[in-house]
């Protein structure tokens, strides 16, 4: 398993500090966020108490599909999927697919949330 790294930082800083890394002002390490929230708020609606429950659930229960994962937390499919698109866009779930099946997974068993200056 491996740590999920969130930084919390304005644009503004997110987007000079892309562009220093790619000109090679500065380089990126292991350790630094891969994943970027404009607010701590954000990081609340990803992180919230269902979204954990649901974490733990995967964890747990090993779903194998979304449809399984919808039934164990007794909630729709629609909305399970939902969260799940979302939970994948900022890398907190991830899926395997195979056999026409989305297997939903969480690869991570830390987070770490680092707060960056919020001026560029």
Known sequence: MRKLVIGVASKAFVRKRTIDIAAGRIKSK?????IWVTSMESVGRLL???NLSMI????????????DLAKLMK???????RTLKRM????????????????????WDEISIIPMPLAA
């Open 30 to 34: 292991d350790t630094d966020p891969k």
């Open 48 to 50: 919230n108490a269902d």
């Open 56 to 67: 733990d659930t995967i964890r747990e229960k090993h779903p194998a599909t979304i449809s």
């Open 75 to 81: 909630r729709e499919q629609s909305n399970v999927s």
């Open 88 to 107: 994948a866009e900022f890398h907190i779930v991830e899926f395997d697919e195979a056999h026409g099946k989305k297997t939903p997974i969480v690869t």
